[in-house]
Protein backbone atom coordinates (compact mmCIF):
# COMPACT_ATOMS: atom_id res chain seq x y z
CA UNK A 1 0.00 0.00 0.00
CA UNK A 2 2.79 2.70 0.72
CA UNK A 3 4.84 1.93 -2.67
CA UNK A 4 1.42 2.69 -4.50
CA UNK A 5 0.66 5.68 -2.76
CA UNK A 6 3.91 7.00 -3.17
CA UNK A 7 3.76 6.17 -6.96
CA UNK A 8 0.52 7.93 -7.28
CA UNK A 9 1.78 10.84 -5.26
CA UNK A 10 4.86 11.10 -8.11
CA UNK A 11 2.11 10.26 -10.89
CA UNK A 12 0.09 13.20 -9.02
CA UNK A 13 2.96 15.70 -9.86
CA UNK A 14 3.97 14.11 -13.24
CA UNK A 15 0.44 15.54 -14.46
CA UNK A 16 0.70 19.05 -12.54
CA UNK A 17 4.49 19.38 -14.12
CA UNK A 18 3.04 18.96 -17.28
CA UNK A 19 0.17 20.94 -16.65
CA UNK A 20 2.31 24.05 -15.70
CA UNK A 21 4.74 23.55 -18.29
CA UNK A 22 2.36 24.04 -20.74
CA UNK A 23 0.68 26.75 -19.12
CA UNK A 24 3.43 28.68 -18.36
CA UNK A 25 5.20 28.39 -21.36
CA UNK A 26 2.18 28.87 -23.69
CA UNK A 27 0.51 32.05 -20.85
CA UNK A 28 2.74 32.77 -18.64
CA UNK A 29 0.67 31.72 -15.62
CA UNK A 30 0.61 28.92 -13.30
CA UNK A 31 -2.54 27.91 -12.22
CA UNK A 32 -3.18 28.32 -8.06
CA UNK A 33 -5.91 25.46 -8.29
CA UNK A 34 -3.89 23.21 -10.20
CA UNK A 35 -0.97 23.61 -7.67
CA UNK A 36 -2.83 23.14 -4.61
CA UNK A 37 -5.34 20.62 -5.77
CA UNK A 38 -1.84 18.38 -6.39
CA UNK A 39 -0.81 19.66 -3.28
CA UNK A 40 -3.27 18.06 -1.27
CA UNK A 41 -3.72 14.74 -2.84
CA UNK A 42 0.17 14.37 -2.41
CA UNK A 43 -0.10 15.28 0.95
CA UNK A 44 -3.11 12.87 1.46
CA UNK A 45 -1.33 9.86 -0.46
CA UNK A 46 2.04 10.67 2.19
CA UNK A 47 -0.16 9.99 4.96
CA UNK A 48 -2.07 7.03 3.51
CA UNK A 49 1.66 5.90 2.88
CA UNK A 50 3.11 6.79 6.11
CA UNK A 51 -0.09 5.23 8.01
CA UNK A 52 0.44 2.11 5.77
CA UNK A 53 3.77 1.51 6.26
CA UNK A 54 3.69 2.12 10.15
CA UNK A 55 5.76 5.38 10.34
CA UNK A 56 3.22 8.34 10.67
CA UNK A 57 6.17 10.13 12.32
CA UNK A 58 7.72 10.16 9.05
CA UNK A 59 5.38 12.89 7.88
CA UNK A 60 7.23 15.07 10.42
CA UNK A 61 10.60 14.88 8.20
CA UNK A 62 7.75 16.35 5.19
CA UNK A 63 7.23 19.03 7.37
CA UNK A 64 10.64 19.99 7.69
CA UNK A 65 11.50 19.74 4.76
CA UNK A 66 8.56 21.93 3.31
CA UNK A 67 8.51 24.28 5.81
CA UNK A 68 12.15 25.56 5.45
CA UNK A 69 11.60 25.91 1.74
CA UNK A 70 8.03 27.93 2.18
CA UNK A 71 9.64 30.20 4.88
CA UNK A 72 12.29 31.27 2.00
CA UNK A 73 10.41 31.17 -0.75
CA UNK A 74 7.73 33.55 1.14
CA UNK A 75 10.35 35.86 2.43
CA UNK A 76 12.44 35.48 -0.98
CA UNK A 77 9.30 36.65 -2.62
CA UNK A 78 7.81 39.39 -0.04
CA UNK A 79 11.44 40.99 -0.28
CA UNK A 80 11.61 40.65 -4.11
CA UNK A 81 8.01 40.51 -5.50
CA UNK A 82 9.26 41.77 -9.12
CA UNK A 83 11.75 38.83 -9.49
CA UNK A 84 9.51 35.95 -9.30
CA UNK A 85 5.58 35.15 -10.17
CA UNK A 86 3.51 33.53 -6.77
CA UNK A 87 2.61 30.93 -9.51
CA UNK A 88 6.21 29.83 -9.60
CA UNK A 89 6.44 30.16 -5.15
CA UNK A 90 3.24 27.63 -5.94
CA UNK A 91 5.00 25.32 -7.84
CA UNK A 92 8.12 25.47 -6.14
CA UNK A 93 6.55 24.73 -2.45
CA UNK A 94 4.15 21.93 -4.07
CA UNK A 95 7.75 20.14 -5.81
CA UNK A 96 9.50 20.26 -2.36
CA UNK A 97 6.07 18.67 -0.22
CA UNK A 98 6.23 15.74 -3.16
CA UNK A 99 10.82 15.48 -2.57
CA UNK A 100 10.40 16.14 1.28
CA UNK A 101 9.33 12.64 1.61
CA UNK A 102 13.01 11.31 1.01
CA UNK A 103 14.49 13.60 3.41
CA UNK A 104 14.64 17.70 3.85
CA UNK A 105 17.64 18.33 1.70
CA UNK A 106 15.80 16.94 -1.26
CA UNK A 107 13.66 20.31 -2.09
CA UNK A 108 17.20 22.14 -2.20
CA UNK A 109 18.71 20.12 -4.24
CA UNK A 110 16.27 20.30 -6.63
CA UNK A 111 15.73 24.10 -6.46
CA UNK A 112 19.56 23.97 -7.40
CA UNK A 113 19.23 21.93 -10.23
CA UNK A 114 16.68 23.99 -11.58
CA UNK A 115 18.53 27.19 -10.94
CA UNK A 116 21.05 25.59 -12.93
CA UNK A 117 18.46 24.27 -15.87
CA UNK A 118 17.00 27.73 -15.92
CA UNK A 119 20.29 30.30 -16.29
CA UNK A 120 21.26 29.58 -19.66
CA UNK A 121 17.90 30.92 -20.69
CA UNK A 122 17.64 33.90 -18.36
CA UNK A 123 21.18 34.95 -19.25
CA UNK A 124 19.93 35.24 -22.72
CA UNK A 125 16.69 36.62 -22.00
CA UNK A 126 18.57 39.36 -19.67
CA UNK A 127 21.03 39.93 -22.88
CA UNK A 128 18.11 40.09 -25.45
CA UNK A 129 15.73 42.55 -23.77
CA UNK A 130 18.02 43.84 -20.59
CA UNK A 131 16.99 43.87 -16.93
CA UNK A 132 13.02 43.44 -17.13
CA UNK A 133 13.43 39.96 -18.98
CA UNK A 134 11.44 37.11 -17.95
CA UNK A 135 11.39 33.74 -18.71
CA UNK A 136 9.09 30.69 -17.74
CA UNK A 137 10.15 28.58 -14.70
CA UNK A 138 8.57 25.87 -14.65
CA UNK A 139 9.88 24.05 -17.29
CA UNK A 140 13.27 24.44 -14.95
CA UNK A 141 11.42 23.66 -11.46
CA UNK A 142 10.14 20.49 -13.49
CA UNK A 143 13.26 19.28 -14.64
CA UNK A 144 14.77 20.12 -11.30
CA UNK A 145 12.06 17.96 -9.28
CA UNK A 146 12.27 15.34 -12.01
CA UNK A 147 15.97 14.79 -11.48
CA UNK A 148 15.65 14.72 -7.79
CA UNK A 149 12.73 12.21 -8.30
CA UNK A 150 15.23 10.10 -10.64
CA UNK A 151 17.90 10.30 -8.32
CA UNK A 152 15.67 8.57 -6.01
CA UNK A 153 14.16 5.31 -7.83
CA UNK A 154 18.16 5.27 -9.26
CA UNK A 155 19.69 4.73 -5.50
CA UNK A 156 16.44 2.64 -4.48
CA UNK A 157 17.29 0.15 -6.88
Given amino acids: MSTAALAAA ?49 LLTVVIGVGA ?3 FTELFWR ?5 IGYGDIRLIN ?11 AWPWFALTVAAAAATPHAVAARRDHGS ?12 GTAVCL ?8
Fill in 10 to 58: VAVWVALAAHTIVTDLRMRVIRRHACWGAATAIAALYSLAAIASGTPRH
Fill in 94 to 104: TNSLLLAWWGP
Fill in 150 to 157: AAQFVTAS
Fill in 69 to 71: VVA
Fill in 132 to 143: RAAIPFAPALAV
Fill in 79 to 83: ARPHS
